[in-house]
């Protein structure tokens, strides 16, 4: 049973994929069929897709940027909790993995962690509580300083509405089959699904090889090249190969993953990137370890920064 949950969960990690595409345009060349598709794909997987539309074009435009980006912004040795005298045990980082990877994403969503510092909106004060929903940077509220404009702000109330109808046919559903069997069938290849995304991302832009930029040296095409291609064996299908060609994605994130293999090689064949491509082949699990483990904040005094370790910091 274990074993059919994860297959689902794999499966389904490629609608997650799909849906990506939608809101990149990728999907189709009409935009009201790329968000109709991919508003009901990720809505189904719990995930807000104007919200997500919005803030994934921030990453792509900003990505290693550390004022800007909007995912997996790493710790500086200002903000990284550099203090302790011990590193941590191998069983504490283990702990804080698994939560990293089951609730990472959620946590994204409702409290956009991980991301770059938001700057409060200009203007006049607010009080009470919409002071506190400008303050709540949350892809569920339309009320934050992630949005720019009022057509941001309906598209959250949208994805929000969609959300709602969703919930609701899983409570139908839950009423008619068992909550048992929408646990079985849902929520558990769901978390799975969760797992594999973060797993992706984190180690498409958290690697020894991956330079951060400040401001004066940040360039988008810098940032863009800044990712890493892994294999992820048979799992390159069922995810439609968004591992193993990121950095094409990056630079031309329209092309859709079924030309995603043939544009990386004619890429790769003219040599232009041939001096900054990164291309890791260590297995994902291990790579992943060793990140976690090993890339432990960057410097905030130097305009291109790397990963350190623990241990870096005690020298």
Request: hydrophobic content about 45%; glycine content about 4%.
């Given at each position: 049973?274990?074993?059919?949950?994860?297959?689902?969960?794999?499966?389904?990690?490629?609608?997650?994929?799909?849906?990506?595409?939608?809101?990149?345009?990728?999907?189709?060349?009409?935009?009201?069929?790329?968000?109709?598709?991919?508003?009901?794909?990720?809505?189904?997987?719990?995930?807000?897709?104007?919200?997500?539309?919005?803030?994934?074009?921030?990453?792509?435009?900003n990505?290693?940027?550390?004022?800007?980006?909007?995912?997996?912004?790493?710790?500086t040795?200002?903000?990284?909790?550099?203090?302790?005298?011990?590193?941590?045990?191998?069983?504490?980082?283990?702990?804080?993995l698994?939560?990293?990877?089951?609730?990472?994403?959620?946590?994204?969503?409702?409290?956009?962690?991980a991301?770059?510092?938001?700057?409060?909106?200009?203007?006049?004060?607010?009080?009470?509580?919409?002071?506190?929903?400008?303050?709540w940077?949350?892809?569920?509220?339309?009320?934050?300083?992630?949005?720019?404009?009022?057509?941001?702000k309906?598209?959250?109330?949208a994805?929000d509405?969609?959300?709602?109808?969703?919930?609701?046919?899983?409570?139908?559903?839950?009423?008619?089959?068992?909550?048992?069997?929408?646990?079985?069938?849902?929520?558990?290849?769901?978390?799975?699904?969760?797992?594999?995304?973060?797993?992706?991302?984190?180690?498409?832009?958290?690697?020894?090889?991956?330079?951060?930029?400040?401001?004066?040296?940040?360039?988008?095409?810098?940032?863009?090249?800044?990712?890493?291609?892994?294999?992820f064996?048979?799992?390159?299908?069922l995810?439609?190969?968004?591992?193993?060609?990121?950095?094409?994605?990056?630079?031309?994130?329209?092309?859709?993953?079924?030309?995603?293999?043939?544009?990386?090689?004619?890429?790769?064949?003219?040599?232009?990137?041939?001096?900054?491509?990164?291309?890791?082949?260590?297995?994902?699990?291990?790579?992943l370890?060793?990140?976690?483990t090993?890339?432990?904040?960057?410097?905030?005094?130097?305009?291109?920064?790397?990963?350190?370790?623990?241990?870096?910091?005690?020298?």
């Open positions: 049973m274990v074993s059919v949950l994860v297959c689902n969960g794999n499966s389904v990690d490629g609608v997650w994929v799909i849906a990506h595409e939608c809101g990149h345009q990728a999907f189709s060349p009409s935009l009201f069929v790329n968000d109709a598709v991919g508003c009901v794909l990720h809505t189904m997987l719990l995930v807000p897709y104007w919200s997500w539309k919005y803030s994934h074009s921030q990453h792509h435009a990505a290693n940027s550390m004022e800007k980006d909007s995912v997996f912004v790493p710790r040795d200002l903000t990284a909790n550099l203090k302790k005298k011990r590193e941590p045990s191998a069983f504490q980082r283990l702990i804080n698994a939560r990293m990877l089951l609730v990472g994403w959620i946590m994204y969503l409702l409290i956009n962690a991301s770059s510092k938001v700057d409060a909106k200009k203007g006049k004060k607010s009080t009470g509580v919409f002071r506190f929903l400008e303050k940077n949350s892809h569920f509220n339309p009320f934050c300083n992630l949005w720019r404009s009022r057509g941001q309906i598209g959250v109330v994805s509405v969609a959300l709602f109808v969703w919930a609701w046919v899983l409570y139908r559903l839950s009423l008619k089959f068992g909550v048992l069997a929408v646990l079985k069938h849902y929520f558990f290849p769901y978390l799975w699904v969760n797992f594999w995304l973060v797993t992706i991302t984190y180690l498409q832009h958290t690697d020894w090889a991956v330079p951060k930029y400040y401001n004066e040296k940040w360039t988008w095409l810098r940032g863009a090249l800044g990712t890493v291609d892994r294999d064996g048979l799992l390159n299908i995810h439609h190969h968004i591992g193993d060609t990121h950095v094409l994605h990056h630079i031309f994130s329209q092309i859709p993953h079924y030309h995603a293999q043939e544009a990386t090689k004619a890429l790769l064949d003219s040599h232009l990137i041939d001096e900054y491509y990164l291309c890791d082949p260590t297995p994902w699990y291990a790579a370890w060793r990140s976690y090993q890339c432990w904040y960057v410097r905030h005094d130097q305009p291109i920064t790397w990963f350190e370790s623990f241990k870096a910091k005690l020298n």
